[in-house]
C-alpha cells in the first residue's frame, strides 16, 4: 500500500482501537494485587480484614493501572466520547472493575423493576437519571462529574472502607452525623457527647468494621488516608488532602447546615457500584475516566 493511499489513515483507527481494547481487557482483570500477575479469578475477598488493611497501609497493594493509552491518546487529546461507547460500558460486566453489567439492575424507569427507577440503558435514561423518590438528575452535562451523584457512585466506596453493601449502615449513628451537619455543625456539647466518639469507636457505623479514625487519624500520609484527621472538631472541619492541596483548598467534607451536599454524610451511606466492586478496583479505571469525559463534554446521545 502506498503510504499517501487515503485507506492508510482509515488503519491508524484498528490501532487506536486495539490499544484501547488491550488496555480495557487488561484492567479488568483483578491487576490490583501486585505480587499476583496472573490472570486467575481467585481474588481475595472484598471483606472487612486485618490482613489487608495493613497490606494496603504497609503499600502492598497498588492502585495503579496502565491506563496510558487512555490518558495519552483519547483524554489529553480531547477525543469526543461517542454515546456508543457509553452503551457498551453500562452493558457490559467487569467494565469498570469486578462485577456484573449497571443494565442488570437499572434497566428501566419503573422502579418496581429497576433500583431506583433508574434506566441506564438509553441515552435519554442516564440523562434523565432516578425517577423513584428522591427522584434527580446524575449529573449536569457540560459541567464537572466527579462530585455528582453519578460520579461519586463510581468512585466512592462507602465508609468505613470495606464495608459490604449488603451492611446496612447503623441508623442512629448515620443520624447522629446527619442532624449535627444539618444544625449547622457547631463544636458544641452534644458534638462532644454524641457524635465525635461515633469516629473514634469500632463497630460505630456497621458491624464488624473498624473505626473511622484507625484510618483517619492525622493529616499525614501515610498514615491516615487522604490527609484527613477524624479525631478533632478541627481535622473534621479542615477536611481532606490539606497538606498535598494547601489548607485554603483542602477538600470539604462538612458544608454546614447542607448533608446531603457534604461528603461526610455521603460516604457514609453511598455504596461504590456495581455493587460487590472490591474496594481496592482502581478508583480511577479508564472507563470512569471515559464516563465523566462524556459527561463533560455534554453527555451527547449521538
Ligand atoms: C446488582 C444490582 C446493581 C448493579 C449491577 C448496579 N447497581 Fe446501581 N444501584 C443498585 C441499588 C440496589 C441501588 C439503590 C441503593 C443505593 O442507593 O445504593 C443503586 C443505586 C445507584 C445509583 C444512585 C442513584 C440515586 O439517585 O441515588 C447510581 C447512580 C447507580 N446505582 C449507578 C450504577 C452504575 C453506573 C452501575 C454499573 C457500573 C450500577 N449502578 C450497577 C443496584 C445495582
Ligand atoms: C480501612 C481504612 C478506612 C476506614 C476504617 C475509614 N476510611 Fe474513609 N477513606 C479510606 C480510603 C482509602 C479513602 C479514599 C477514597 C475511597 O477509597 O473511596 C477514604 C476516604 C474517605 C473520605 C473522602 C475524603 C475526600 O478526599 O474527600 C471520607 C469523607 C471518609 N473516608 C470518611 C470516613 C468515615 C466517616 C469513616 C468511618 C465511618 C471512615 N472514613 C473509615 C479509608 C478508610
Redesign the pocket.
Known sequence: MQPNDPASSALAWPGLATLLLVAVTGLTSPAILADKPDQDDQQASPS?NTDW?ED?RAGKITLAGDDAAVDMLILERHIPIPYDYIATLMRTPNAFGQGVACIICHSSNNPAKSYRGLDLSTCEGIRAGATEPPARRLFEPGQPAIKGVLGRRM???R????VHFSTHPKAESVMA?LNWINAGAKNDDSFKDQVLP??RTDN???PG????????MSNQEPPS??E?D?TSYEGIML???SVAKGVDKA?K?VIPGQPLDS??Y???VED?MPPGIP?TDD?DHPNTLILLRWIEQGANCQ
Open positions: 472487612v488493611i494496603l468512585r466512592n466506596n465508609m468505613p472502607l470495606g452525623v461515633l469516629f460505630a457505623f456497621a468494621s473498624p473505626a473511622c479514625t484507625h484510618c483517619h488516608f487522604h484527613l477524624m477536611g481532606a488532602d477538600t467534607i461528603g461526610l455521603q460516604h457514609l461504590r474496594p478508583r
